[in-house]
């Protein structure tokens, strides 16, 4: 399959589903061999039918991102395959329950945090020297409207993505001028994906918009020449 990111390497976190899943397929449209990441195995073994399916390639990974040697033994694997990384896309997170800030769970905070941030920064400590060997690497996280405009109930949530912006912030500046890495942030906005039902179960699916649309977005701003620390919403004016 040829296009645009053919012979391209790309990893993307919490492909099993939702927004994960469509950017991942999308990506392997496009020509990028797709290494699939996630703690379901059996949703990632289906998502990479699908990619073959249509002509695509993909490999999967099942990790859980809150193990202590998960995401280095990832990097590992994909130095000793590959030797380099192109593309990474940071989706995967965890939602905790919408509570109070007083009535927050600590355990629950703590995995969120966990997933959330200090994943975040294992995933760039590790893939960092990957990156690195790119000519064109690029990464993106995947935030949320309630780490810049805080909401009530929603501040565990809010506070990981929070500091998961301000990671990748000062990444992009601290390789901005040393590197061929570019950064970017993007909020989906309201999209059809399970951790949107369970913040909004009364909500009607079809009225909002689904993970297609922003992954075909993000695919098509992978192929963009952004500057690194842009920052966007899906479906708003840029």
């Known amino acids: 399959m040829s296009g645009r990111f053919e012979g391209q390497v790309a990893l993307v976190t919490g492909a099993s589903r939702g927004i994960g899943e469509a950017t991942a397929i999308a990506l392997a449209a496009e020509g990028a061999h797709v290494v699939l990441t996630g703690r379901d195995t059996k949703a990632l073994e289906r998502v990479e039918e699908r990619i073959y399916e249509t002509g695509g390639s ?7 991102l809150v193990e202590p040697d998960g995401i280095a033994r990832l990097a590992t694997a994909i130095q000793d395959r590959w030797g380099r990384l192109d593309v990474l896309v940071i989706n995967a997170a965890i939602l905790p329950e919408l509570t109070s800030v007083a009535d927050i769970d600590q355990r629950a905070f703590n995995k969120a945090l966990t997933t959330n941030v200090l994943a975040t920064q294992a995933l760039i400590a590790n893939f960092d020297p990957l990156l690195k060997k790119s000519q064109d690497a690029r990464v993106i996280g995947m935030t949320t409207t309630v780490a810049q405009a805080p909401r009530a109930y929603w501040g565990a949530y809010g506070a990981t993505k929070a500091a998961f ?22 909020n989906p906005g309201a999209t059809r994906t399970a951790m949107r039902a369970r913040a909004y179960p009364g909500e009607a699916p079809a009225s909002v918009k689904p993970p297609e649309v922003v992954a075909d977005r ?20 840029q």
């Not at 993909?58 to 859980?64: F, G």
């Open 58 to 64: 993909a490999t999967i990974a099942p990790i859980d």
């Open 165 to 186: 912006e301000v990671l990748l912030d000062c990444y992009a500046q601290e390789t901005a001028k040393v590197s061929k890495i570019r950064v970017a942030i993007v």
């Open 218 to 237: 993000l695919v098509s701003l992978l192929g963009e020449d952004f500057a690194s620390g842009h920052r966007e919403t899906v479906n708003q004016p």
